[in-house]
């Protein structure tokens, strides 16, 4: 249970720093319902509402996404992501 809340706070801290850098139009159309699964080795297993804002989070956002994890924890060195109803 305890990795649930890991990953819960670590993904709203990197959430509170795209937030900073976006437009709130922006930042509640791609980030609103997605959630980190899990973290594997580093991989981020990042769970996306639906297919179209999975391809447009890894076209647009990935390097964004992945400084932001990083710069809240260390050891990220990637993002997977899944469709996944949170």
Do not use: Q
Not at 23 to 28: M, V
Not at 40 to 58: T, Y
Not at 64 to 81: P, Q, T, V
Request: hydrophobic share 40%.
């Amino acid at each position: 249970m305890e990795n649930l809340i890991d990953n819960k706070k670590l993904w709203e801290s990197a959430l509170n720093e795209i937030e900073l850098s976006i437009s709130k139009a922006n930042f509640g159309t791609w980030f609103k319902n997605t959630h980190i699964i899990k973290i594997d080795s580093g991989a981020v297993h990042l769970g996306v509402p639906n297919a179209f804002v999975r391809d447009w989070l890894s076209n647009k956002y990935h390097k964004f996404i992945l400084k932001a994890l990083r710069d809240c924890e260390e050891g990220i060195r990637s993002i997977d992501y899944i469709i996944s109803k949170n």
